[in-house]
């Protein structure tokens, strides 16, 4: 499975050969540099690793410095391993051109982070609704969470309250509708997660 690393640039829309209306997300897919060729013989297994958008030296640890200097680039600032059939060597430029329009491919990203949360706005609880006598502050409460007697303690995976977002999630079958290879962008249906300027990985 080939593919290349990706920074979403943003939504917008699109009209196909026939007029259809094609919401689509907007990715910035490469050049990409192959800054390492995995072998079975050495690592155990076949894989290209590839770097993706440049990135000040000063800001880079030494030992990457060099590793970058091996494959004859500038340091970057995303790393991500592929398997490719055909073979590659070091320093190998691949872009959004392996790519073809009306494929379909799979989007890897990481959704955005919503912080801590409430059952209300993590799991959709619907509360205990208008605010009564005795009452005080329990619209948005979880309620109950536990037995009492058996088994006297609260079961394991109960929905609460908790970290909502900045999980990996891959998005699969999504349509490549437009390749711009004097850009590197790629217009890809529907939506990808991840907010503005996050890397993703795309897939086919």
Known sequence: MSGIIGKKLGTTSFFDKDGKYVACTIIQAGPCVVTQVKTPDKDGYSALQLAFDDKKEKHTPKPLLKHFEKAGTTPKRKIAEFKFDEPKNLGDIIDVTIFSEGELVDVVGTTKGKGFQGVVKRHGFGGVGARSHGQHDRERAPGSVGASSDPSRVLRGLRMAGRMGNAKRTIQNL????????????????????????????KK
């Open 175 to 202: 349509e490549v509708v437009k390749i711009m290879p004097e850009k590197n962008i790629i217009l890809i249906k529907g939506n990808v997660p991840g907010g503005k300027n996050s890397y993703v990985l795309i």
